[in-house]
């Protein structure tokens, strides 16, 4: 009876070793599949947020040594150029986010970071020498409290050739130096700045946009080149990477981005439904609707939003370029740069969509992807002097197109 028990009690404890045995294997099982699966997600999300290996010293020794380099000057002397404030790391297939602003104008980078997800390069014109001490001092404490600023913004400034930007002493940000977070930068900028339009800067500078514009794109592969007071949709980084990573057949093609400009300061659309519901009660319109129809009307945005749904994003119809047409795109390659003898307003864009019409380039515009200016653009009153400016564009304009005959002399087309 005893030797009965005492195998009986051998018995059950054994049938309990192997249970916890069995128990302990599942455990470590599934730990393991546990970690591979946070493994995968984390090398998918690294895949398209690769983490900066960038300290905030390193970005502010690049700062110090980009100021010190005392600038280059561009190809007209009249304009000092500072290249690499800060700097970011694009791959092959990248889509940087290419702009430019007047230091005023930079309170919009903040939205610009919130909707575009991937590398971003501004390029900043300072004024006056007041104006350049500012920006200095904007970067310096943008890279300090900003951890995006850092891992996906280059910035590049540029101000008249007579002024040399210096290295920011400690002493001399004054209230930015008390500042202690990302959101305080960006509501001090809110307190001194005066934003409004770039190219009137109330000054007798003019706003070099071709030659910021160049410089924002400098080193990309691919760029969507865009005003600072536009927001994209959401997403759209993240659909044009897949959509580039999947094929390389869009070489000669400008993949067009619609662009639209909404009545007041709201929410912005996230996506095309949003987007369609406001533009069919009048709150969003076509870009320029109201200051030059023809320069987007070949977008063909009837069309547009009535495509299908679409859950990729990818061309939906090829447009022929025409004169005055300056879209917004996207296009990778040999593209040929903007003019930087365009300055001010008027003409500096369609001069380069122009160009890239006559050097072979297909527009083909996408189905889901959009931008939206902040505001409605209405007709514009220039002073005397930016008045002379705009047609001295204009008289330009026309010995451009004369000259990319002689640029392309076996392109049968022609602007």
């Known amino acids: 009876m005893q030797m009965s028990y005492a195998i009986r009690c051998a018995f059950y404890q054994l049938l309990l070793a192997a249970l916890m045995l ?8 599934l730990s393991l599949l546990s970690g591979l699966h946070g493994q995968e997600e984390q090398d998918q999300y690294f895949e398209f947020f690769p983490p900066s290996p960038r300290s905030v010293d390193q970005v502010k ?5 980009a100021l010190a380099s005392g600038g280059v000057l561009d190809a007209s002397g009249d304009y000092r150029v500072y290249r690499g404030l800060l700097k970011t790391t694009m791959e092959p297939n ?9 230091v005023d104008n930079l309170l919009h980078l903040s939205g610009l970071l919130e909707r575009w997800e991937g590398p971003l390069s501004v390029s900043v014109f300072a004024a006056t020498k007041e104006e350049a001490q500012l920006a200095t001092v904007l970067a310096y404490a943008l890279s300090s409290h900003c951890p995006d600023m850092r891992a996906r913004v280059a910035m590049h400034l540029v101000c008249p050739s007579r002024y040399e930007a210096a290295v920011p002493d400690p002493r001399e940000p004054g209230e930015f130096a008390l500042l202690r977070s990302c959101q305080e930068v960006f509501d001090k900028l809110a307190r001194v700045a005066q934003p409004g339009i770039n190219y009137a800067l109330g000054t007798n500078v003019s706003y070099p946009n071709n030659l910021l514009r160049n410089l924002a794109r400098e080193g990309a592969n691919y760029a969507l080149v865009i005003d600072v007071d536009m ?3 959401e997403g759209l980084w993240r659909g044009l990477r897949e959509m580039l990573d999947q094929s390389n057949q869009w070489g000669g093609t400008a993949l067009v981005v619609p662009a639209f400009e909404i009545r007041r300061a709201r929410r912005m659309p996230m996506n095309k439904n949003e987007l369609v519901q406001l533009y069919q009660v009048g ?3 076509p870009f320029y609707y109201g200051l030059c129809t023809p320069c987007q009307a070949p977008t063909n945005y009837s069309r547009w939003v009535n495509l299908p749904e679409e859950s990729l994003l990818r061309p939906a119809y090829v447009v022929p370029w025409q004169d005055p047409w300056e879209p917004f795109y996207v296009a990778g390659g040999k593209v040929p740069t903007f003019d930087e003898r365009f300055r001010q307003y008027g003409f500096n864009r369609i001069s380069q969509a122009c160009e890239l019409h006559v050097a072979g380039f297909d527009f083909e515009v996408l189905d889901e992807g959009f931008l939206v200016h902040k505001g409605f653009k209405e007709a514009l009153k220039f002073h005397p002097q930016k008045e002379a400016e705009n047609q001295h564009n204009k008289i330009l304009y026309r010995q451009f197109k004369q000259e990319l005959k002689a640029k392309y002399p076996n392109s049968p087309r022609r602007c």
């Open 231 to 233: 927001v994209p949709s």
């Open 61 to 65: 020794t690049q700062l110090r040594t």
């Open 94 to 102: 990248d889509v940087i986010l290419a702009t430019h602003a007047s």
């Open 22 to 29: 069995v128990a302990m294997l599942q455990l470590l099982y």
């Open 283 to 285: 709150e969003v319109r």
